[in-house]
């Protein structure tokens, strides 16, 4: 099972390559962008695309994460406490005998 997780996550990160290589293809007309006073050189149009692309999933993890670290931390805090409701009854079982 997790040779097929490890493929099926292969053939995604191929077909995106292939998609980005595709994208850049199809805009090749070379633009300039303004950045605030600041030219940038002239780069196709398709890799602006895939920059834009990239710095916006980019921006979506890192604002995602702090939410991320506060949910493993419940988790983590809510397995231990099972853990000793769990062990509770065996030490209170063995206590009785």
């Known amino acids: 099972m997790a040779l097929l997780k490890k493929l099926f996550f292969l053939l995604i990160g191929l077909a995106a390559i292939l998609l980005g290589i ?5 805009n ?12 940038s050189g002239p780069l196709p149009r398709g ?17 995602s994460l ?8 419940r988790v983590h805090v809510l397995n ?3 853990i000793k409701l769990r062990v509770a009854p065996a030490r209170a079982k063995n206590k009785t005998e």
């Open 47 to 63: 890799l602006w695309l895939l920059a834009a692309l990239f710095t916006g999933c980019l921006t979506g993890i890192l604002a």
């Open 28 to 39: 090749p007309d070379a633009i300039t962008i303004d950045f605030f006073g600041y030219e």
């Open 22 to 26: 595709g994208l850049v293809l199809t």
């Open 80 to 82: 231990q406490q099972l």
């Open 66 to 73: 702090p939410m991320l670290l506060r949910l493993r931390r």
